[in-house]
């Protein structure tokens, strides 16, 4: 499947809540490119990568203009799924498709133009590396749990939608391995916005989106500054994730950590 | 003037898609808007506050309302006429999923919401496969995979179909569907105007297949537009 070359995605300001023209010139999204959007919620960061998925022409509550290359996208990638650049994997956590999980997969492939056949088993054991409870083929899409669900969401956006961009709104919140789904996704080399409540997930991005009141009101680019924190943010995670790991496997935490 | 026809199920969004077009066309367009329901509605009232358009609504009652749809369709063109309308927008019920309430000389729409099972589309093939733009609502709802998987059991329906997704209260992506409206070109004979496919077979004229718009090609059971909360028994 060939997708049309992508250099960069542009995104220009639409208007903050309150009306007002959101204080930036533009925002650039190039290969390799990992972004973490951070602001409490409500500020409009789910709002924001939606914008891109859509690849907005100020027909968003947002207002904003997404260019490709530096032009309006054209048709074909804004259309037809088996051009599309981007995948994203949103905070909805439910399927509604009545389908099982191989028929689901084999439909999106249909989707993308490719072919289903290694796919869908590719798919479904990348995702059971994320997620606790095995995911299987003959599963019904509507019974997977949130984790299960967003675990072979992702799965589903590195391998069958395969796009050079990748939006991924709070993969934080539904208890699958972040650690791994962030090791496989920096092994795919795919530019990744991460909405993101995380201070571990934000960082590790290179750059900083920070929102409030729907507005784009700073972009931080920290280069080594904050290599520290990032140090140390990583021990307390690393240690978080050991306790939480106890905690699911039923053990009792007594005597102190 | 043209004509539009807007089906689909009900609460697919059809009237928000509506809403988007008359924004749309506000000032470049004169539009009047019918709608067709069984036992209530509420969306001509509603859009003729809201955008100062004549509209109006026919109950079907009794009838099939796709059936009473094409009963009144030619009166409803003259009625558009004498308000002066360039553009007359006909919304179904929604309500009979076999029906395909689309003419020649128009432009016909379906609307179905992206959070319908799989299977949706086949279910109201002929509802799909006579339209010209298949709209997929509520996309912000779904995932984007779901509405991908939705958007390929859509074409297999109907493979070459124009498939627009939005999210119809916002309008996102709707840019196409205007394209399509303005492609659309204006009815040039009413009189010739006909069904593009034959509605299920069943006790009235329509039923048995005859085609032509207005209550005056159908015998039995048929209905004016002005008289629609009656039975009417033709001449």
């Known amino acids: 499947m060939e997708h049309i070359r992508i250099e960069k995605i542009t995104v220009l300001p639409g208007t903050a809540k309150n009306g007002s023209p959101e204080p930036f010139d533009e925002l650039v999204i190039r290969a390799g490119d990992t972004i973490s959007i951070v602001g409490p919620t409500g500020s409009g960061k789910s709002a924001l990568i939606n914008d891109i998925e859509v690849f907005a022409q100020q027909d968003t509550v947002t207002g904003r203009t997404v260019l490709v290359n530096g032009e309006a996208p054209p048709e074909r990638i804004c259309r037809d799924p088996a051009n599309k650049p981007i995948a994203m994997i949103a905070q909805t956590s439910k399927c509604l498709a009545d389908l099982r999980a191989g028929q689901f997969l084999g439909m999106h492939c249909a989707a993308r133009g490719l072919d289903p056949g290694q796919t869908v088993k590719e798919t479904i054991a990348l995702a059971n590396e994320f997620t606790g409870e095995a995911i299987r083929e003959e599963m019904r899409m509507t019974a997977l749990s949130g984790g299960q669900t967003r675990s072979l969401m992702i799965a589903d956006a590195l391998l ?48 900083r989106i920070v929102m409030r009141n729907g507005a784009v009101v700073d972009v931080l680019e920290p280069g080594g500054a904050e290599a520290d924190a990032l140090g140390e943010v990583a021990a307390v995670d690393a240690r978080l994730h050991t306790i939480r790991e106890r905690i699911r496997a039923g053990e009792l935490l007594t005597g102190g950590l | 003037m043209r004509l539009l026809i807007v089906a689909g199920p009900p609460s697919a969004g059809k009237t928000a898609v509506v809403r988007q077009l008359l924004r749309q066309f506000a000032g470049r367009c004169r539009a009047a808007y019918l709608k067709i329901d069984v036992v209530q509605a509420f969306e001509d009232e509603e859009l003729a506050a809201e955008f100062g358009i004549p509209a109006r609504k026919v109950y079907s009652g009794d009838l099939c309302p796709d059936h009473t749809g094409i009963m009144v369709l030619a009166d ?151 008289a629609a909360d009656e039975f009417y028994r033709g001449d």
Not at chain 1, 178 to 200: G, I, S, W, Y
Not at chain 2, 140 to 150: G, H, I, N, P, Y
Not at chain 2, 174 to 182: C, G, Q, W
């Open chain 2, 76 to 226: 409803a063109l003259a009625w558009a006429a004498e308000e002066q309308a360039d553009l007359l927008i006909v919304e179904s019920a929604g309500l009979c999923l076999r029906c395909t309430p689309y003419t020649t000389q128009s432009l016909g729409i379906v609307v179905l919401p992206a959070i319908s099972g799989t299977n949706a589309p086949l279910k109201m093939a002929p509802m799909i496969a006579f339209a010209d733009v298949a709209v997929v609502t509520k996309t912000d709802l779904v995932s984007q995979a779901e509405k991908e998987v939705f958007r390929e059991a859509i074409r297999r329906v109907t493979p070459g179909i124009d498939l627009i997704e939005t999210n119809a209260v916002e309008g996102t992506g709707l840019r196409y569907l205007f394209r399509a409206v303005e492609a659309c070109p204006a009815i040039d004979d009413p009189a010739s105007i006909v069904l593009r496919g034959a509605p299920p077979l069943g006790v009235c004229t329509i039923c048995a297949g005859k085609k032509e718009i207005g209550w005056r090609h159908h015998f039995g059971v048929v209905r004016t537009l002005e």
């Open chain 1, 160 to 207: 069958v939608s395969n796009t050079p961009i990748i939006l991924l709104d709070e993969i934080e919140n539904a208890g699958i391995f972040k650690d791994r789904v962030m090791a496989r996704l920096r092994e795919f080399d795919r530019a990744v916005l991460f909405v993101t409540h995380d201070p571990f997930v934000a960082l590790l991005s290179d750059r």
